[in-house]
């Protein structure tokens, strides 16, 4: 069987899947998420074999330590996965609900329902939680997944989703609901990206390359997990000890992920007060300031020089870059030619200076006097979260079950013709 | 300027006026609009004159009688089209309305706000009147539009696009809200596909080959207006004079359009009766029949054989593929495997399989007891459609003004950061 046939065949059952699956209850599919849960734990002694080869040859290749730990999985980790999938369970299926109903003037009742979208591809990379995370998420809201994941995790990965069917099909939800692609061939992306007829969303989860990979392929479409180039604007009028605790926190309190600070604008005239206090403390956290000229002359040879890169970088590090701006549009427009349209701050008390940000900045998500850091389904109460839309369409910022759902218009009449 | 620069100039220029369009009120966008209907009436002659430039050049290459009175303009069609405009303008706006809001335990107030989405390229075929037509939403909705017509009404594309330029922009709207890609090339399609920087959304309305071309290059999301193979089932339970009604009004009223009625499905236990009595209807209403084995015994020499073809075929014309069909779930099979998830109706008194029919058809628009022929913005109470989506997102079904938002999430503090 060439890898395209089998890729095929594998949408093609997922297809199916997807049409069984839609047609199970919220409480069907809730056993069968339980059923996952437990035989996760029971073959958990398995998974941490299968986990122990891809360590070793990961090991071998030279991955890195911070690597290396995000790839090991241990009793504890997977225990943790299947309470992940437990609490997943007790949450809320919106599939069936009813969005919006009218009644039209001829009789027509017209009601607007969330459906499972179908077939959902998952694409990341090395960690192999994932490999359940994302799953349940989908098979939740009705879904079949088709999952995708590095190679550095396949012989974890085939483990778990083998674990998840036997699982999953102990208690009725049909064998090919979650299949994963058993080969770590390079063009199984691609071949996935093509097949229209069988995925109807396709969600890249990892670097650059791969999404854009799937981008240029992807006949269906895409809703990317990019990167987070977040920005917070201490306004002229801002309380600048909350600005302090609002940046720092925004850098420091986790700077490995997309809702992190990277740069920090400043209004001129609070520069030099602002950022003598929280260029300091960003310091004293052991974190890089890099500075237009006014902040370098400000922080008096504490800070690099900026330059053009900075303003695009994530560094998803202690680093920080750092310029003065002369007013508020001068921040809304730094903003929307270098950031990524992920997660925005204003800090002000100037209410019309606030709503003219929270209003021009085009970005998923626009603070007032908050941490962007709170861009994040769980922060959201969203219960669970399957990441964070850069995209515009169909879904953007944090997305929870509702965000894997479609809708149909179901009406009913009695009898109803066009005149 | 090679036609990429040109293109990529174009594109530049959509996205700083969609810029300016997004702050704009709803007042100010309705100004801009009857001032764009005013311009259309005032500019009537020039673009009559352009377009018999279109109807010569046409006729000369052989257009058929149809396509030639689809692309004719005259004084009462401008005047309808400065009336569909004003008449958009009375709608409300979408924009800036709260879908949902509440508020987190830490207090953040999280508001989930209606946004324009940004630039939308619009590739259409043939009728000119779509180029208001669409530009219009577009632009209540706070979106540039960049359109790119059908080579056949380019002299009337751009007459009309000039008139919308002049009198948007003597409303205050941004001179570059509306563009029409001003060259016939054929690349420039697959150039403002693979513009992803620069355009947000990209809508094909037109047949098979441009929305493949589209599909296949594009980096952006894409909704397609793609055919409709729409169903009508008359189960064991209906009530066969409600059946012929939805039949013959499906079939009949307007045979040309994707929501008209391509294949009935009918139970075997009512086939006869109620083929005897639809059958002769449809025939005297000039409708060729191509039916299954069981239809051809019933109609006795009054139906052509259908083939497998037949099953997905898209008439737009006065044919109807019929088959007999066992059970419900018969039914259902036949409509998810060749049906193309537009809309179907069935017609039964029986609620139980009407509520599985609704269920487990995935299309857009599912109807019980009612004509297909409701799938239509207008018949939905939107007011204005920009079409009917095929795909599943961000929008299925009728394309309102709502479905040319996106949104984004606004959150007010006081201060938190996360722990």
Not at 347 to 363: H, I, K, R
Not at 404 to 414: M, N
């Amino acid at each position: 069987m060439t890898l395209q046939d089998q890729i095929t065949e594998i949408g093609r059952k997922a297809r199916a899947a997807s049409r069984e699956l839609a047609k199970l209850s919220a409480d069907a599919k809730n056993a069968a998420l339980r059923g996952i849960a437990d035989a996760l734990v029971e073959r958990a002694p398995a998974i941490i074999e299968a986990n122990a080869s891809d360590l070793e040859r990961a090991e071998k290749n030279g991955l890195s330590k911070a690597m290396l730990d995000r790839l090991r999985l241990s009793k504890e980790r997977i225990t943790a996965m299947a309470e992940g999938i437990r609490s997943v369970a007790e949450l809320d299926d919106p599939v069936g609900k009813t969005i919006d109903r009218w009644t039209r003037p001829n009789g027509l009742q017209i009601n607007k329902v969330r459906t499972p979208i179908g077939v959902i591809g998952i694409i990341y990379e090395s960690r192999p939680n994932v490999t359940s995370d994302a799953a349940v998420l989908c098979l939740k809201t009705g879904n079949a997944v088709i999952l995708r994941g590095g190679s550095e995790a396949i012989n974890s990965n085939l483990a778990i989703a083998e674990a998840m069917q036997a699982g999953g099909s102990a208690h009725g939800l049909p064998a090919d609901a979650v299949q994963l692609i058993p080969t770590t061939d390079r063009d199984a992306v691609r071949l996935m990206a093509e097949m229209d007829r069988y995925i109807d969303l396709i969600v890249p989860r990892g670097g650059h390359q791969l999404i854009e990979t799937v981008v240029s392929h992807a006949r269906m479409p895409v809703i990317k997990h990019y990167h987070g180039v977040c920005h917070v604007y201490v306004d002229q009028d801002a309380d600048l000890d909350m600005a302090t605790e609002i940046t720092i926190n925004g850098k420091v309190q986790r700077p490995g992920v997309c809702n992190a600070v990277e740069t920090l604008l400043v209004h001129r005239a609070v520069a030099q007060l602002f950022l003598e206090k929280a260029g300091a403390e960003l310091i004293a956290k052991g974190v890089e300031i890099r500075g237009d000229e006014a902040t370098r002359a400000i922080l008096n040879g504490k800070s690099q020089p900026a330059t053009e890169e900075d303003w695009t970088a994530e560094y998803l590090d202690l680093i920080i870059s750092v310029k003065v701006v002369d007013d508020l549009a001068e921040a809304i427009e730094h903003i929307e030619k270098y950031g990524s349209h992920h997660s925005d701050a204003i800090v002000t008390a100037d209410t019309a200076a606030a709503e003219q940000f929270l209003n021009e900045v085009d970005s998923a998500t626009v603070y007032w006097n908050a941490s962007t850091r709170f861009t994040d389904g769980g922060e959201f109460g969203f219960g669970a979260e399957i990441g964070i839309s850069t995209d515009k369409l169909h879904a953007r910022g944090p997305m929870g079950l509702d965000e894997l759902t479609t809708y149909k218009y179901v009406i009913r009449g009695d009898g109803q013709i066009r005149k």
